[in-house]
């Protein structure tokens, strides 16, 4: 239909053009003497339409000639692009698939086409990485650095990530601190940042960095705790050479991690090492008063010399709760046997023996029946425990 319209519009302007020709009586008058030539007006205009036609068309079809070969040049480019996307997306798939040799052979190609270079060295970095060749993995990351791609953080924080998979903590915090230094904190490259100082035992560090994680998010609560709870317990580990620097370490830990049984334990076990048995002492107690722990209320008997007495009133009001606790009544025995009484402490510790067998319940027995002279029955609980 809309072909047929078209041809009645050419023909009625045809008519049209026709009619107008045939009633006009003008004329152009050449002259180039010594020749005079007159043509019609409309056969004037229509030789000038023509002759435009003609020159145009043939100056086309000179710079289209002219031009082909930036046209066949644009025209492999673009089937060069085209190659070298394909190749690239293919190696995307095949690395998310495992198969890390095919990944990084058109991970090459796609470089090779000039496709993202940056980003296609650093596919086959991985890929390298993943297949234990370190080798091409290090050149690979070479070539991503040379590559014109504005790619700086993904090279830096890739190669931070494969620095931490090979344990190479302090090179890869200083990629990570470059990296900082010059872009933004990202939250991945935070948490590799985590990795590193904890590799590096930057315990300080690593407190800082799990309350900043988890403020933003990044980790979760029980990640967090678990980072600041070693870090906490090797800095009191550190620490423990020196009384004052440990009491005062002490006092910047929150409150809520005091009461951890862990870090309770490994405090109390520097205390007690410094010879600081009475703030060992009130460290166990807060702790237990939080959560019963059988290490801690152990490190608990063995604070000689915060007071007797009053420990061995509490210990046994909490053995009203916990009549068949072995850690508990294995501390009753202890607290027994430096009070002197030497009953209930013998009848506390073969109850311990009794509820759970234990290496340190028959040396506390063997001491005691040594202390009372029955050397027969101490003999028998150090075979015992030598066993």
Known sequence: MRGLVWFLVVAACAVGLALLAHVNEGYVLLVTPPWRTEVSLALFVIVLVS???????LLRVIVHTLRLPGYVAEFRARQRSSRAREALARAWRSYFEGRFGHAQQLAARSFDLGESPGI???LAARAAHFMQDSE???????????????????????????????????????????????????????????RAEQGLRHWEEVIRLARQLEKRGAISRERARHATATAVIEMVRQKSADTGQLQQFWKTVDADFRVEPPIAAAAARAMIQLGDPRAANLVVRQALEHQWDEELVELWSRCDDAPGSDRLDLAERWLEDRPRDAALLLALGRLCFARELWGKAQSYLEASLSTQPGNAVHIELARL????????EANRHYRAAAS
């Open 369 to 376: 029946f040594d202390r009372l002279g029955r050397r027969d």
């Open 51 to 57: 002759g435009f036609a003609l020159a145009y068309s």
């Open 136 to 194: 091409r993995r290090d050149l690979w990351l070479t070539r991503a650095s040379t590559a014109q791609d504005d790619d700086r953080n993904a090279r830096l924080a890739t190669q931070a990530e494969l620095l931490l998979d090979d344990r190479r903590y302090e090179e890869a915090r200083q990629v990570l601190l470059d990296l900082h230094a010059g872009g933004p904190r990202h939250v991945s490259t935070q948490r590799m940042l985590l």
């Open 120 to 122: 296609a060295a650093l």
